[in-house]
């Protein structure tokens, strides 16, 4: 895919996961009232700050494809910005779901039917569709969507919750409700600090993975042009790499070196799609 049908794709897909988002709060939301269930309604305006969420991601993506003078290698990193503030929003649905739980006012069901099936609709489009965000943002390589894939998987864990919490407090065994928090809870935790970790890693210029830089020496290698490498280094912005190489070269051309540097690149860019620029110093 082209960086243009990268970006368009990207921006489809935060654009969907709006409408998920608006899908999810209006099912809960309704469902909620008409159950007289009180977690099920508090959840619903939950999924409104989602929507919060899910237009940063979008505002990310569309300022990411920017270009500006004052930023000439990019506004990529834009991305990374909207993960850590996903990864935020993520830590504050788990604290917000133990407080509500824990020290909230117990739920007083009037219409279990109502709410089970609100639920169980809100589990099944939130599960099929962290996966598939999932899926497209790995393809996309894209940070934020990412980020926001595992928000809506909390959203998954959220409604089990929920569910489990409506069931148990119907029989009497509101117990089982603080147990299932417990473990939901840890799970959301963790997402929020695998994510907050690679986009604190990202804008502070960590090295890309090990995988891509051994792809690019064994690239490099098949080059007969080239002496010697004398180090590979690269990092991550956003949804694309910059790749930083040191080599010795088999002339003492600067016309060729030069030109080689430009094919090189070339080469490099149509073996690993998401590398942005090849800097190469050469003697």
Known sequence: MTREEIYKEKKKIAIFSIIVNSILA?????GGILSSSAALTADGIHS?????ASFSVLTGIVIANKKAKEFPM????????VALVSAFAIFFAGYEIAKDVFFGEPMHIKNLPIAVAAIALTVVITFLYSRWEKKKAIELNSPSLMADAEHVKSDFFTALVVLVGVIGQYMGYPIIEKIAVAVVVYFIFHSGWEILVDAIKVLLDASVDKDTLE????????????????DIKGRNAGSFKFLYLDLDVKTDSLKEAHEFAHKL???IKAKIPEVEKVITHYE
């Open 26 to 30: 209006l099912i809960k939301i309704f």
């Open 215 to 230: 792809e690019v020496r064994e690239i490099l290698k098949k080059e007969d042009m080239i002496k010697h490498i004398n």
């Open 265 to 267: 690149e070339q080469r």
């Open 48 to 52: 409104v700050s989602d929507l919060a």
């Open 74 to 81: 990019g506004l990529y990193k834009v991305e990374n910005l």
